[in-house]
């Protein structure tokens, strides 16, 4: 008996539906509108229409990475793809698994400059894991089950599938599986098992010690954070996280260092100098971790574990690299570490930790309060202390506030915490929000923002308001793209070009204008009302929180120093930065 | 640890999926991330798996050429990536047209120089010759600089292509 046949624009709804997706960000337009005809007749998938379709990818990335699963966004060819690409890119950074589906041209129309076509595989192969343009209907489901393969598997990743409107028409029967074995692409997740004993051993004998974890342990899953957890209790050694690890190893515990790297704490960072052995789970050595590479972290032996072979020895050369996955090379580790009944040298160990206390004694993240003005860092403690013990779900802009936020708002579980980490987008947090938000309904979810950053989205509030989305969006209202601002300051012999945001909008009066709640605190003795008001009020809210325009962030370790080299909030002129340092981004 | 500088220079195969925009994925790689390419050569190898062999010769520091097969390697339609500088003994042949034009004696020591480089004269006319000439790369460049004051008029290069030695496959 035949399948029954279906258009192009069913099977992607059937192929969806197949891979589990209920809920998918998007934008109309007409290189699609066959497949959301397909979408009007059908209840399975939720369809979440944004305002932009920048707006619908990081949406897509904020539910991705609040839930481990893939994001699924549809936008429409030409301008509807362009407008996707800084998302891509954003999610091709920090390896987050999107498919995106974009509508193109008609197939014979494709390369005749028809309108609202753009060689969207072409633009987009720079900015994907990988893509594929479909050139008929019974290539579809075949390439829409091998695309949330692509994005999910290995290091994870955004993928393209781009479909002309005619094939979205043409009819076939639609045979393929969900679960298939790649031709080619098939990473591996078992780390080579002689490496690992190597790293146990040097681990086992390690004086100085130092866990440096990262976004790779949220992506294996939570298993790998339960599977780190263990190991870093069982040796009893300190830990430290990247600005895109944070929650796999809790906030909380006593062997928690802080973040590292370019705003990171000085015991994080001194500790990363001074350590004999380094153990990378994870993470990508980036420069923002590193500082100046020749001296990044001198001494120490280096062990890497990543799923990825193009990350290890890519920037700083390591001495055992380890590729595999996360939870399965921690899961190898503790059991060789049990089997052999390893012991940590207790003595040297404590002498570490009496180092490591002096350093953490310098409380480097402290910041002076006073009645007149709200500090910064000051607005995120109280958010912090006033939300604990809630299911609380933090996405972050760009910029200074986006560091006070990764020092002062601890988290003890993982993918409670979303924010553009490689590529840095501005108008990242309000849509991540509204892709958590749909995730978790009940949660807590907030946008830490600055008043410039969220500008660049803000239409998306829009969808919060449509949706009944309760997202939180917390400004830290400096009046300046603060960022910006501090590094003019130390670099640039304090010259503020363009950096001051002028003209800003009320935004309490922008929040009623969607149809939100906005609410605005400019003392300190206004604060935690404030917040509890943001709390309580049920849909979106919008916080101005005026603070302290001039604050700079700190600790700070300038471009092109070490990390024994940092400046200090408490000693801003205790380091300068080199004429080599000022090339550095 | 101290880093290597020294630049070398690196055959490397890389065995594909030949689906379309293959190519352009692998040369997106090598001027994205400011790799040298100095000679690249596909084809299709396996009709009936739908194989395509790319020939890359490159150069770099030993972490940079790490690099280049670690980003080849995770491309998703790349069944395999060889290093043949390192992980055999290969041959490299390339094949060169060499268009020679001129009269009398330059004509005659072309022809002679020709015959010691064991390259085909495969068409001629009263004042030119196109000489076939195949080897490894430095042999044709080498005979390339001696038609040079010989009248050499056009060059068209193959670019590299390479096998391991041995019996086994890639
Ligand atoms: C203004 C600003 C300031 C910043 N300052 C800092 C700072 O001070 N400190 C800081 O840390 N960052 C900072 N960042 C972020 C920084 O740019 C990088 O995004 C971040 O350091 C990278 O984190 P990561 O190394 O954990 O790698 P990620 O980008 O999270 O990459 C994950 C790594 O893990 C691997 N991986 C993925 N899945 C798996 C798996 N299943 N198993 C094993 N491995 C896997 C991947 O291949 C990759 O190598 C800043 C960003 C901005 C915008
Ligand atoms: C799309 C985009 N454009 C420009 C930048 C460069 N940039 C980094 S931080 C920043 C200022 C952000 O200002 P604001 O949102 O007010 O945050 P603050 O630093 O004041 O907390 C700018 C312009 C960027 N990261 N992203
Ligand atoms: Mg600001």
């Known amino acids: 008996m035949a399948a029954q046949e279906l258009t192009g624009a069913e099977i992607v709804i059937k192929a969806l539906v197949d891979q589990g997706v209920d809920t998918i960000f998007g934008y109309p337009g007409g290189a699609v509108l066959p497949i959301y005809d397909a979408l009007f007749q059908q209840n399975k998938i939720r369809h979440i229409l944004v305002r932009h379709e920048q707006g619908a990818v990081h949406a ?64 987009t192969r720079h900015c994907t894991k990988h893509n594929w343009l479909v050139r008929s209907a019974p290539e579809l489901a075949r390439v829409m089950h091998e695309a949330f393969y692509v994005a999910t598997h290995g290091r994870p990743g955004p993928v393209v599938i781009d479909i002309p409107k005619d094939v979205q028409f043409e009819k076939t029967e639609y045979t393929a599986s969900p679960h298939i074995t790649h031709r080619t692409y098939r990473p591996r997740l078992k780390g080579d098992i002689e490496k690992i004993r190597e790293a146990v051993d040097l681990i086992a004998n390690a ?103 193009s990350s290890i020895n890519k920037n700083v050369r390591v001495d055992v690299g380890i590729i595999g996955d996360c939870a399965h090379v921690l899961e190898d580790m503790l059991r060789i570490w049990k089997s052999k009944a390893r012991r940590p040298d207790k003595a040297a160990l404590a002498d570490w930790w009496k180092q490591i206390d002096i350093w953490r004694d310098r409380k480097s993240l402290s910041y002076k309060t006073n009645d007149d003005i709200i500090k910064p860092q000051q607005a995120i403690q109280r958010l912090y202390e006033m939300t604990k013990g809630r299911e609380v779900y933090v996405t972050t802009e760009v910029g200074q506030h986006q560091m006070w936020a990764a020092q002062h708002f601890h988290f003890d579980e993982p993918n409670r915490w979303m924010t553009s980490g490689g590529l840095g987008t501005m108008g990242y947090g309000m849509p991540a929000a509204i892709g958590a938000q749909i995730a978790h309904p009940d949660a807590l979810v907030i946008d830490i923002a600055g008043e410039a950053s969220i500008l660049m989205n803000m239409q998306e509030l829009s969808t919060a308001v449509q949706f009944m989305l309760p997202v939180k969006i917390f400004i830290l209202n400096n009046e300046y793209m603060g960022m910006v601002r501090q590094w003019q300051q130390l670099l640039h012999g304090g010259r503020y070009s363009h950096s001051y945001s002028d003209s800003l ?12 709640t906005g609410i605005r605190a400019e003392k300190p003795s206004e604060l935690d009302a404030a917040i509890k008001k943001m709390i309580e009020t049920p849909g979106p809210v919008m916080f101005d929180c005026r603070v302290d325009q001039l604050e700079n962030c700190y600790p700070m370790i300038p471009s092109g120093a070490a990390h024994n080299e940092m400046i200090l909030g408490d000693d801003p002129d205790g380091a300068s930065v080199s004429e080599e340092g000022k090339m550095l981004v | 640890m101290k880093k290597d500088e020294t630049i070398e220079r690196h055959t490397i195969s890389v065995l594909v999926d030949n689906e379309a925009g293959v190519l352009a994925r692998v040369i997106g790689l090598f001027s994205g991330r400011g790799y040298n390419i100095e000679s690249l050569t596909v084809a299709e ?22 690099q280049i097969k670690a980003q080849l390697d995770r491309l998703v339609p790349v069944h395999r990536v060889m290093d043949l500088t390192v992980e055999a003994k290969a041959v490299e042949r390339e094949m060169a047209l060499v268009k020679v034009a001129g009269t009398g004696e330059k004509r005659v020591e072309a022809l002679r120089l020709s015959d010691a480089f064991r390259a085909r004269v495969i068409d001629t006319t009263h004042s030119s010759f196109i000489f076939e000439v195949t080897g490894a790369p430095d042999k044709i460049d080498a005979f390339i600089g001696l038609m040079r004051p010989l009248g050499l008029v056009d060059v068209s290069r193959t670019g590299v292509v390479a096998i391991a030695r041995g019996p086994e496959a890639m």
């Open chain 2, 45 to 66: 190898v396996d009709q009936a798996e739908h194989t395509s062999r790319i020939t890359v010769v490159t150069s770099g520091t030993p972490m940079v050429i790490e």
């Open chain 1, 207 to 309: 004086k100085k010690p130092m866990f440096y974890t990262g976004g790779g342990v949220i992506n294996s899953g939570t298993v790998a954070s339960q599977l780190l957890r263990e190991l870093v209790r069982l040796t009893g050694y300190p830990i430290t996280s990247t600005l895109m690890g944070l929650g796999a190893y809790p906030a909380s515990d006593k062997q928690w260092l802080g973040m590292l790297g370019m705003h990171g704490t000085y015991e994080a960072n001194n500790a990363m100098h001074d350590c004999d052995v380094l153990i990378n789970i994870g993470a990508r050595f980036d420069d923002r971790v590193t500082g100046r590479l020749e001296a990044f972290s001198p001494h120490s032996k280096k062990i890497h574990v990543d799923i990825d072979a």
């Open chain 1, 60 to 123: 897509a990335e904020g539910y991705a990475r609040s839930t481990g699963k893939p994001g699924v966004v549809l936008v429409t060819s030409g301008p509807g793809a362009t407008n996707a690409i800084t998302g891509l890119t954003d999610a091709l950074m920090d390896s987050i698994p999107i498919v995106c589906l974009t509508g193109q041209v008609a197939t014979h129309l494709i390369g005749s400059d028809a309108f609202q076509e753009a060689d969207t595989v072409g633009i």
């Open chain 1, 505 to 516: 909008p009320d935004f309490v009066k922008l929040a009623e204008a969607y149809g939100a």
